[in-house]
Nanobody, 124 residues
Framework: QVQLVESGGGLVQAGGSLRLSCAAS????????MGWFRQAPGKEREFVAG????????YYADSVKGRFTISRDNAKNTVDLQMNSLKPEDTAVYYC?????????????????WGQGTQVTVSS
């Protein structure tokens, strides 16, 4: 069992930065690959970034590549998403999720646990 709690969302101007953090409970955190997803009003939840359980490999949606960075600290049971050069179209509720697999999936169906989400709003 893994419980996930996101933090760090807020309101920022376009071009600014935010750092999201996801704290996980459970001793098996390092056995899960992790993903960040987002969902804007009226849209489906979409993959943003993922990281393998070792933290060696990372994956990004084309829309955020070069601007967002995912990282994890297995000793602290945390996974972070550093978001730079934010755009109004990045506005969404951001969720972290745990996938009981070595490589994170881009599909929401593959994830076993989800956080409650944190709102990110980017003003123009």
């Amino acid at each position: 069992q893994v419980q996930l709690v996101e933090s760090g969302g807020g309101l920022v101007q376009a071009g600014g930065s935010l750092r999201l953090s996801c704290a996980a409970s459970g001793r098996t955190f390092s056995s899960y690959s992790m993903g960040w997803f987002r969902q804007a009003p009226g849209k489906e939840r979409e993959f943003v970034a993922g990281i393998t359980w070792t933290g060696v490999s990372t994956y990004y949606a084309d829309s955020v590549k070069g601007r967002f960075t995912i990282s994890r600290d297995n000793a602290k049971n945390t996974v972070d998403l550093q978001m730079n050069s934010l755009k109004p179209e990045d506005t969404a509720v951001y969720y972290c999720a745990a996938d009981n697999a070595p490589v994170p999936s881009g599909s929401t169906d593959e994830y076993d646990y989800w956080g409650q989400g944190t709102q990110v709003t980017v003003s123009s």
